[in-house]
C-alpha cells in the first residue's frame, strides 16, 4: 500500500480507499492530503520531490469538505497515472444513494448528471447506469408504508464452499446434529420476533445463506412451518429463497416452497461453463442447472432470479458470451451480475498465485456483454451495488423484467425501511427516518456461538427495538 498522511483532518477511510484504487499505478511515491486555511490539497512526492499538487477552496459544511479533500487528491492521482476510474472518487458500495438524495432537492435528471459527472467524476454511461437505477428504484421505494419493515432470515449452510466466497457457511455434510440444533435457535428468535413484528407490515421476506435449500426436505418444511405461524405471509409483496445451488434442488423442495408461499427464488449457475464449475468447488454441472430451472418453472415459479459472476479464475470474455448464450436460452425473470471481489476471508485470497485472473478492460468488455444480454431478454436494470476490492474496480447490477424486480434487494440497499434480521451473522438495520439514523444490531457470525448465545442475540434486539 503506499504510503500517506493527512494534515488537518481525519478522513482516513475515504483517502486510504482511493488511493488503493491506484495502487497497482503507483511506485515509490508518497502522499499527503490536507486541509488547512480553508484550503483542500493533495501533494504527490516522488524521492522527496514535489512531482504534483492540486488545491482548491475548502466548503464550511463537513460533508462537502470530506469530498473536496477526495476530490483534489483523484485529480492529483490522475494526473500521475494518466488513468481515469469509471467511478470517479467514488468508493462507497452504495453509489444510487447520492442520485436519490439529488432526487431530494428537486435536481433534474440532467442537473443530476452535471453533478455525478463533474463533481464526482464518474464516467458519462455510469451515470446514465446510476440514475436509470434510482428511477426504478423510486417506483418501489415510493410504495413504502411508515409501518412497514422487511425480515431475513439466514441459513449458513451449503453443500460445499466455493473458491471466492467469504461468507460464514458451513458445509452441510455430516453436520445434521449441528444443522438441528441452529434451527431450534433460529426457531427461538423468529418467536422473538414474532411478537415485535405482530403490528408491523411485513413487505418483502428474504431467506438467504449459505444455500437454505441445502436443508433436508424435513428441515426445510420445519422451517417453513414456523415462518408461516409466525408472521402474515399472504400479505407479503415477496418472499424469496435462495435456492443457489441447483445440486440442492429436487422437485420435493420445490412444491413445498410454493406450498409455504415462496414466490420467487433464485438459481445460482455463477457460470455456464463445466470447467470453471469445478475450478471454483461447484458440485454440479450446467445440465443440473438447466434440469433444475426446468423443474422450478414446471412447479409454478414464475419469478427466478439467475446470478452470474464475472471475472472468475481462468474465465474470458468468451466464456461469459458461452454462459449468458445459455441463461438466454433459460429467459430469467432477472439476472443478477456481480464483477469478482476477492474476499479476504476466501480460499481464492489465499491462493491468488495458483489462479490468472483477468485485467479490467476484459472486465468491462464481460459487463458489456451480460448488459447486452439482459437487455436483449427484456430486463432493465434496477439496482446496483459495489464492493472494495472488485476487479478493475466496476460494479455489480441486477436487471429484471418488468415487475420482477426483487424489492428486499432494493430496500437492502437503499436503506429506506428498517430490516429485521435473523440468523448467524445477520444484522438487523433499523432506519430512524425522521432523524436519518440508521442502527445496526449484529449476530455473532460463528454458528456454534450463535448457538450458544442465544438468548444474547435476542436481548441484545430487544433492547433496541423497545425504542424503535
Known amino acids: 500500500m503506499t504510503e500517506f498522511k493527512l494534515v488537518g483532518h481525519q478522513n482516513t477511510y475515504q483517502i486510504e480507499n482511493i488511493i488503493r484504487l491506484y495502487d497497482k499505478y503507483l511506485k515509490d ?49 490522475v494526473e500521475v497515472t494518466k488513468k481515469e476510474m ?57 410504495k413504502n408504508k411508515d409501518n412497514e419493515i422487511s425480515l431475513y432470515i439466514g441459513i449458513p449452510f451449503c453443500p460445499s464452499k466455493c473458491l471466492y466466497c467469504s461468507f460464514t457457511s458451513y458445509a452441510i455434510d455430516n453436520r445434521q446434529n449441528l444443522v438441528e440444533d441452529y ?47 409466525s408472521f402474515f405471509i399472504e400479505e407479503l409483496d415477496e418472499f424469496t429463497v435462495e435456492a443457489g445451488r441447483p445440486d440442492t434442488i429436487t422437485r ?29 468447488g461447484r458440485k454440479h454441472s450446467k445440465e443440473e ?28 470474455t468468451k466464456n461469459v458470451s458461452y454462459s449468458m448464450s445459455e441463461i438466454k436460452k433459460l429467459s430469467p425473470d432477472s439476472l443478477t451480475v456481480h464483477t469478482m471481489a476477492i474476499k479476504r476471508a476466501s480460499r481464492l485470497s489465499e491462493s491468488l498465485e495458483e489462479y490468472s485472473l483477468i485485467d479490467e478492460d476484459k472486465v468491462e468488455k464481460m459487463l458489456d456483454i451480460t448488459y447486452q444480454a439482459a437487455i436483449s431478454m ?3 436494470p434496477y439496482y446496483l451495488y ?50 436519518n439514523r440508521i442502527e445496526r444490531i449484529p449476530n455473532v457470525k460463528n454458528v456454534y456461538e450463535y448457538i450458544k448465545r442465544i438468548d444474547e442475540m435476542i436481548l441484545r434486539k430487544e433492547s433496541l427495538l423497545q425504542y424503535e
Not at 418483502?204 to 426445510?220: A, C, D, E
Not at 420435493?252 to 471454483?280: A, F, G
Request: proline letters at 3%.
Open 29 to 77: 511515491v508518497y502522499i499527503i492530503s490536507i486541509l488547512k486555511d480553508n484550503t483542500c490539497r493533495a501533494e504527490i512526492y516522488d524521492n522527496n520531490n514535489l512531482i504534483v499538487y492540486k488545491e482548491e477552496k475548502s466548503p464550511k459544511d463537513p460533508k462537502l469538505q470530506k469530498q473536496k479533500l477526495a476530490s483534489v487528491l483523484y485529480k492529483a492521482l
Open 86 to 142: 469509471p467511478w470517479g472518487f467514488l468508493t462507497g458500495i452504495r453509489p444510487t444513494k447520492i442520485v436519490h438524495e439529488l432526487m431530494e432537492e428537486k435536481l433534474n435528471e440532467e442537473e443530476i448528471k452535471k453533478q455525478l459527472i463533474n463533481f464526482y467524476y464518474i464516467r458519462e454511461d455510469k451515470a446514465n447506469l446510476m440514475i436509470e437505477v434510482a428511477k426504478k428504484e423510486k417506483e418501489i421505494l415510493d
Open 183 to 229: 434451527l431450534d435457535a433460529l426457531e427461538k428468535e423468529i418467536l422473538f420476533s414474532k411478537e415485535y413484528l405482530k403490528d408491523k407490515y411485513i413487505r418483502s421476506l428474504y431467506i438467504g445463506g449459505g444455500t437454505p435449500t441445502s436443508l433436508n426436505l424435513n428441515q426445510l418444511e420445519r422451517l417453513l412451518i414456523q415462518i408461516n405461524k
Open 252 to 280: 420435493e423442495k420445490l412444491n413445498l416452497l410454493k406450498q409455504y408461499n415462496v414466490d420467487r427464488i433464485s438459481i445460482n449457475p455463477q457460470t455456464m461453463d463445466n470447467d470453471t464449475l469445478v475450478r471454483i
Open 289 to 316: 442447472i438447466i434440469e433444475a430451472f426446468y423443474m422450478a418453472r414446471e412447479a409454478g415459479f414464475d419469478n427466478i432470479n439467475m446470478d452470474i459472476i464475472l471475472g472468475l479464475p481462468g474465465e474470458d
Open 378 to 380: 427484456g430486463m432493465k
Open 386 to 435: 459495489r464492493q472494495k476490492n472488485m476487479l478493475g474496480n466496476f460494479e455489480n447490477v441486477g436487471y429484471s423484467k418488468v415487475g420482477k424486480e426483487s424489492i428486499y434487494n432494493i430496500q437492502i440497499m437503499e436503506e429506506k425501511e428498517s430490516i429485521i434480521a435473523l440468523g448467524a451473522g445477520a444484522i438487523t438495520k433499523l432506519v430512524y427516518k425522521d432523524t
